[in-house]
């Protein structure tokens, strides 16, 4: 093999294994001896670089040759530790299951970097919905000025020669207009149309993928369509045709199957249309309460055309009189064009709308001035009547 250039390096510089798996070499070579093994995500301190490979030292102080493709950047690996640290006060949406091994993205994009990976069946939380452009271009870095020989011998810009002003008009042969032919005209005035079109860019592809937290607590960027959601079968069969985003369990309540006394759970779905590319994350809400008579489950709620975002939240609240009640909070689109947040009670197999304080003040206020006003007409009657009967003077009577 021939000698390739290398570069000591002066300071300390870590980088981080991006590969499922990967060897050290004890050299630069076809025929080589393998030192030792890292994995996904661990640290190597860089002592040499060579043309494609790299001389590292492990945390335990092997060290050996490794391909530069199989390292990230500390700033990569910083890049996943901030987005790990960002997920951490965001709800889970719902989980799913790795379809195949899948590389985890620091953006939600195919050219993103990646750093750790999925195994074929690993366990995740769904927290985010992202859509991309599937063939955006990866930003490039501006282009170093190139320097030649005589910038490189004295420093200085080089001169550029002179040349002739020329006129486009003059380069070109000029037609008169009183000679040219209509037909001229028409083929010249069609250049411009012809030539939008070849400018005209294809549309976009759009993609969308989940912002996953994994079983080990690593955090990135997967397609949407290599996770599958574990949705129970007894309500993924109501559907419709339409993508199961998110889904939560609001409660359970008792049912006796056989004699067997069970807690079934009582669920929250997010649906949307079938395809990539939609600006909202879904369209659909569906509540499915346990019929614990007849052993299935029925649709309790259910709210369609609505522009939904994530995330959703779910809990309890105390509403009085009704006690501890699960809830479920939904940030929709208004008529204005804002994300506001409504949120929704459950009691029993019955959902209803909990109003907002604002409502509740206005609710309460509406509701004293018309208790004022019985109250005032209530008063008006009694003095009306005390007025009408009260007793007149008796005439004297003549002896």
């Known amino acids: 093999m021939p000698a390739c250039k290398r570069a000591a390096i002066a300071k300390h510089e870590y980088m981080y294994v991006s590969v499922p798996e990967t060897s050290l070499r004890d050299r630069i070579a076809t025929m080589y001896n393998k030192v030792s093994t890292v994995h996904s995500g661990d640290r190597v301190e860089v002592l040499e670089r060579a043309k494609r490979f790299v001389r590292v030292r492990t945390d335990g102080g092997v060290e050996g040759w490794v391909e530069q493709r199989s390292l990230v950047t500390q700033d990569v690996f910083d890049g996943f530790q901030k987005l790990a640290q960002d997920a951490t006060g965001i709800a889970v949406q719902g989980h799913g299951t790795a379809r195949t091994d899948l590389n985890m993205h620091l953006t939600p994009s195919r050219d993103g970097e990646h750093l750790y990976q999925l195994k074929e069946g690993e366990k995740v939380e769904i927290l985010k919905r992202a859509t991309t452009d599937k063939n955006a271009p990866k930003p490039q870095p501006p282009p170093k000025p190139a320097a030649n020989k005589e910038t490189q011998q004295t420093g200085k810009q080089p001169t550029q020669p002179s040349t002739p002003a020329t006129s486009t008009t003059a380069a070109t042969p000029t037609t008169s207009t009183a000679t040219s032919s209509p037909a001229t005209a028409s083929v010249a005035a069609s250049k411009p149309a012809d030539k939008a079109k070849e400018v005209e860019q294809p549309k976009p592809v759009m993609e969308d993928w989940y912002l996953v937290r994994s079983s080990s607590g690593k955090v990135g960027w997967v397609l949407l369509r290599m996770v599958d959601l574990d949705v129970p079968l007894d309500i993924a069969q109501y559907a419709e045709g339409q993508r199961i985003v998110g ?22 779905v997010l649906l949307n249309m079938p395809k990539d590319g939609l600006p909202w ?14 052993h299935r489950y029925e649709t309790a ?31 929709k689109m208004n008529a204005d064009g804002q994300i506001v947040e409504t949120t929704y009670k459950m009691n029993g197999p019955i959902v209803r709308r909990v109003p907002t304080p604002e409502e509740v003040a206005e609710q309460k206020a509406r509701h004293d001035a018309e208790l004022a006003a019985r109250q005032k007409a209530r008063a008006d009657a009694r003095a009306q009547k005390t007025g009408t009967h009260k007793k007149k003077p008796k005439k004297k009577t003549q002896q």
């Open 247 to 268: 889904y939560f369990v609001l409660n359970t309540v008792q049912e006796n199957i056989d004699g067997e006394e069970k807690r079934e759970p009582q669920y929250l």
């Open 281 to 294: 994350d879904y369209n659909q809400v569906r509540v499915f309460t346990r019929n614990r008579n007849k």
């Open 301 to 331: 709620y259910r709210e369609r055309d609505m522009e939904g975002y994530l995330p959703v939240k779910t809990g309890h609240a105390a509403f009085e009189k009704e006690g501890d009640l699960p809830t479920f909070t939904l940030r």
